[in-house]
C-alpha cells in the first residue's frame, strides 16, 4: 500500500507542476533578455548579423520585428518574423535562433515561459 500511495503522490505533484510551468507569458514582470544586457545584445548583433545579398527598393522596410518563446530554462523556440523583407527576415531568424540561452522572464519572483519580440535594425552602406 505504501508504494501506490508513493506513486500517487509523485503523479500528482508532477501533474501540478506540469500545468503551472506550461503558462506562458505575454508580458511578465521581467522581460527575457539576452545574457548581459542591451550592451551584450549589439555586441552580439554587430559580430554575427550579414547583410543578405538583396535587391533594396527605396522604400523598402529595414527593420526586421522577430517574436518568439523563451522557456523557464532560457531555451528559445517558435520563430516567426513578423516583420519585414524576406530576405532580412531569414537572416534575423537565424541569429536570434544561434542563441544558445537567454536569461528567462520572470513574473512573482519565479523563472517562467515568455513570448520575446526583438526589433532589428538593418542599415544601408553609403556607396
Known amino acids: 500500500m505504501k508504494i501506490i500511495l508513493s506513486l500517487a503522490f509523485a503523479f500528482c505533484f508532477c501533474s501540478t507542476h506540469a500545468q503551472t510551468d506550461s503558462a506562458v507569458y505575454f508580458n511578465p514582470e521581467i522581460q527575457a533578455e539576452y ?38 530554462l532560457g531555451h528559445s523556440s517558435h520563430f516567426t518574423a513578423v516583420r519585414g523583407s524576406e530576405g532580412l527576415r531569414n537572416e534575423a531568424i537565424r541569429v536570434i535562433r544561434n542563441i544558445k540561452i537567454w536569461v528567462p522572464a520572470v513574473e512573482n519572483g519565479k523563472k517562467v515561459n515568455s513570448w520575446k519580440e526583438v526589433t532589428i535594425g538593418f542599415e544601408l552602406a553609403n556607396q
Open 35 to 72: 545574457p548581459g544586457g542591451p550592451a551584450a545584445w549589439y555586441r552580439y548583433l554587430a559580430k554575427n548579423l550579414t547583410y543578405p545579398d538583396i535587391e533594396v527598393k527605396e522604400e523598402m522596410d529595414l527593420k526586421v520585428t522577430v517574436r518568439f518563446a523563451v522557456d523557464s
